[in-house]
């Protein structure tokens, strides 16, 4: 039995179906989603630049964003916090950085 080339499945079908189906709208829609979600990512990091001192130290210290979140990405693999807090305070005290005062 002979099959040809336009009755086999090509893959960017699938993959546009997967697109439809996972985000509603295909790839048209997908760049707005992708955008909102990368915007909203750079509002929280400012806000916590600006309202968060032990985030604003870190970044500071480890001013490459790589390194910065290379280092949470590692930390947050392997072990549990209960909290943000808790977190940079463990990374504070592993780096021995001094926290100044309020």
């Known amino acids: 039995m002979k099959t040809s080339m336009s009755s086999r499945p090509r893959a960017t079908t699938s993959t546009t179906i997967s697109v ?6 295909g790839q048209s829609h997908l760049a707005n989603v992708f ?3 990368n915007l909203l990512a750079f509002l929280v990091h400012t806000a ?3 309202l968060n001192k032990p985030y604003r130290l870190l970044r500071d210290t480890l001013a490459v964003r790589r390194t910065f979140f290379n280092d949470l990405k590692a930390l947050t693999r392997y072990m549990v916090f209960d909290s943000w807090e808790s977190l940079f305070e463990f990374m504070i005290d592993g780096l021995e ?3 100044p005062p309020p």
């Open 97 to 99: 950085l001094e926290m």
């Open 35 to 37: 955008f909102s979600l």
């Open 48 to 50: 916590q630049h600006l």
């Open 20 to 25: 439809n189906h996972n985000f509603g709208h």
